[in-house]
T-cell receptor
């Protein structure tokens, strides 16, 4: 069965500090991994998708199949990065992308 | 970008009544819509996958007679919580996509409180 683990419920850093939000997964096949973000009073939106390998708002995430991890990183956090971040997994090729399995989320707070 | 509208944003009902939640794709045709529920401080849990014109596919443990899903058009899916009980109180979120490998767009969610 698929499982997504985000070990930190809360994470606080100061502005300009590096930030890493951890995500580990378990899945028997080749999953697709995503990071979704939810800013205060806004709806959930896609931040990153591992296959696109792009950097959004300075965030990057590398899929490490050996460690089954997909940690989200940003070298210099900004106050506007404060939000709830969800790591999510989809069954990969041939599987509907919207069948997502989410981690419990990490609330990131960036202090000025 | 594409917009998914979810209505109502919150609803309070008496135990035993049914509640309908609508999810609309406003500017695109959504071949597939998804329904999630989220308990306080917990993750989103996928409930079902809804394809236009066909029966919804429910995740394991989700009662299909309890949570009726209808996807009658390419822009509208509805979730009806039948004979609601306090344990059904939760935050329900829908999402929609144009196609199998397309980006997912989320509604703003519906907070259901059953008294």
């Amino acid at each position: 069965a698929q499982r997504v683990t985000q070990p930190e419920k809360l994470l606080s850093v100061f502005k300009g500090a590096p930030v890493e939000l951890k995500c580990n997964y378990s899945y028997s096949g080749s999953p697709e991994l995503f990071w979704y973000v939810q800013y205060s009073r806004q709806r959930l939106q896609l931040l990153l998708r591992h296959i696109s390998r792009e950097s959004i708002k300075g965030f990057t995430a590398d899929l490490n199949k050996g460690e089954t991890s997909f940690h989200l990183k940003k070298p210099f956090a900004q106050e506007e990065d404060s939000a709830m971040y969800y790591c999510a997994l989809s069954g990969g090729r041939g599987s509907t992308l919207g069948r997502l399995y989410f981690g419990r989320g990490t609330q990131l707070t960036v202090w000025p | 970008g594409a917009v998914v509208s979810q209505h109502p944003s919150w609803v309070i009902c008496k135990s035993g009544t049914s509640v309908k939640i609508e999810c609309r794709s406003l500017d695109f045709q959504a071949t597939t819509m998804f329904w999630y529920r989220q308990f306080p401080k917990q993750s989103l849990m996928l409930m079902a996958t809804s394809n236009e014109g066909s029966k919804a596919t429910y995740e394991q443990g989700v009662e299909k007679d309890k949570f009726l899903i209808n996807h009658a058009s390419l822009t509208l899916s509805t979730l009806t919580v039948t004979s609601a009980h306090p344990e059904d109180s939760s935050f329900y979120i829908c999402s929609a996509t144009r196609g199998t490998n397309e980006k997912l767009f989320f509604g703003s969610g519906t907070q259901l409180s059953v008294l």
